[in-house]
Each structure stands twice: as C-alpha cells, then as structure tokens.
Nanobody
Framework: QVQIVESGGGLVQPGGSLRLSCVAS????????IGWFRQAPGKEREGISC????????HYAETVKGRFTISRDNAENTVYLQMNSLKPEDTAVYFC????????????????WGQGTQVTVSS
C-alpha cells in the first residue's frame, strides 16, 4: 500500500549541486512528517533534514545547514532535497523516511523508508 521511492543521486564534483526527489504512494505527504537521512560506509545513519506536516516547519543538521533545502510539493505528493555547495564528506546513501498522520518531524520515529539513492562527491 505505502511505497517510498527516492531518485536523483549520482556523481557530482565538489562545489556542485544535486536535487533528490522522494515520491510517495499510499500516503499523503501533506499530512505526514518526512525526514532525509544518510549513511556512509562504516558510519552510523545520520538525520540531516526533516519537514513537518501542514505548515511545513523545517529542521537541518549543522553539517548541512545553509547548503541543503528541504521542500514539499503537495500537488505532486513529492518531497525534495536541494543540495548545494557539495563536499566530499557528503558522499553517502541518502534515504527518505515518512511517518503518516504526524506533525513533528524532529521527534518522531519513521515507519516507511525508501530504498536509498547514492550520492558521490568527487573530482
């Protein structure tokens, strides 16, 4: 019933930009909390950004604040992560996670996860 699909990853040079997409079916993202996470080899999973339902309050980890922007398109039932000024340390698999019928994105656990999309920042 619920399916989360990320896309938009790839290879980019340091200082470049990339936009990730998270498309959901079986759940209305306008009424859900959505989080972006990433995990590099040998490292723990890290929460980097999230957006709350309805009003759309956003949060960012200090490592990406000022460089990444999360947004939601209700008509397309899609959440985006715009990544600018990319650094080699941003290299990781990026995951989109959804918790339906939830407002606060920064305190919730997430039941639905996408398959992940690889982002590699290298010259």
């Amino acid at each position: 019933q619920v399916q989360i699909v990320e896309s938009g990853g790839g290879l980019v040079q340091p200082g470049g930009s990339l936009r990730l997409s998270c498309v959901a079916s079986g759940v209305t993202l306008e009424y859900a909390a959505i989080g972006w996470f990433r995990q590099a080899p040998g490292k723990e999973r890290e929460g980097i950004s999230c957006i709350s339902s309805k009003i759309g309050r956003t949060h960012y980890a200090e490592t990406v604040k000022g460089r990444f922007t999360i947004s939601r398109d209700n008509a397309e039932n899609t959440v985006y992560l715009q990544m600018n000024s990319l650094k080699p340390e941003d290299t990781a698999v990026y995951f989109c996670a959804v918790q339906r019928d939830t407002y606060y994105c920064e305190t919730t656990s997430y039941d639905y996860w996408g398959q992940g999309t690889q982002v590699t920042v290298s010259s």
